[in-house]
């Protein structure tokens, strides 16, 4: 199975500033027909998971520009240019790649300091 | 607009069974993979199984295989997990979920508890 690894697990912002977050797998997520299936959610308190960004970094319809994925292979970054307080919640990657099963990293919580 | 409603959780005694269910609108249902994925509380997303979009091809999590079942009603428009054999440990929130490049639309989730 493939293990996705994320980090860091909490991360205190500040409204306005920069975050990224980190998520790397313990296989190559290129599939053979040369996309990557490298997914990030966003899930706030209370709420059921939302999909951001697919095959790493095409952003989702309704996704603030704020939100960008990038990375190759193994190694993915989910940045957010300017944290706003809606952006609280926990964020994670998922690979579709090598299936089954899918797998999902563990969660990095966001939270405003 | 897309949605996937799902029913059927509650509490149950661990060995017993439960069969949730989701209702998805707003898109061609017959044409999507789709999944079950769970969530325990305060943990993180785990996936449970999978099914092709005519039904004739299913996957399963380790942790399920051998007592869950993934089951479609594509001239319902519905989605089944039959549920057997339940354990403490399958106490979680469990989505369905639609497939395209990976999971993109997420239910709002049905609550089950396997407690004595």
């Known amino acids: 199975d493939v293990v996705m690894t994320q980090s860091p697990l909490s991360l205190p912002v500040t409204l306005g500033q920069p975050a990224s977050i980190s998520c790397r797998s313990s296989?190559?997520?290129?599939?053979?027909?040369?996309?990557?299936?490298l997914n990030w959610f966003q899930q706030r308190p209370g709420q059921s998971p939302r999909r951001l960004i697919y095959k790493v970094s095409s952003r989702d319809s309704g996704v603030p520009d704020r939100f960008s994925g990038s990375g190759s292979g193994t190694d993915f970054t989910l940045k957010i240019s300017r944290v706003e307080a809606e952006d609280v919640g926990i964020y994670y990657c998922?690979?579709?790649?090598?299936?089954?099963?899918?797998?999902f990293g563990q969660g990095t919580k966001v939270e405003i300091k | 607009e897309v949605q996937l409603v799902e029913s059927g959780g509650g509490l149950v005694q661990p060995g017993r069974s439960l069969r949730l269910s989701c209702a998805a609108s707003?898109?061609?249902?017959?044409?999507?993979?789709m999944h079950w994925v769970r969530q325990a509380p305060g943990k993180g997303l785990v996936w449970v199984s999978r099914i092709n979009s005519d039904g004739s091809s299913t996957s399963y999590a380790d942790s399920v295989k051998g007592r869950f079942t993934i089951s479609r009603d594509n001239a319902k428009n519905t989605l089944y997990l039959q549920m057997n054999s339940l354990r403490v440990e399958d106490t979680a929130v469990y989505y369905c979920?639609?497939?395209?490049?990976?999971?993109?639309?997420w239910g709002q989730g049905t609550l089950v508890t396997v407690s004595s």
């Open positions: 296989q190559s997520l290129v599939h053979s027909d040369g996309n990557t299936y």
């Open positions: 707003g898109f061609t249902f017959s044409s999507y993979w």
């Open positions: 998922m690979q579709g790649t090598h299936w089954p099963p899918w797998t």
């Open positions: 979920a639609r497939n395209k490049g990976g999971i993109d639309y």
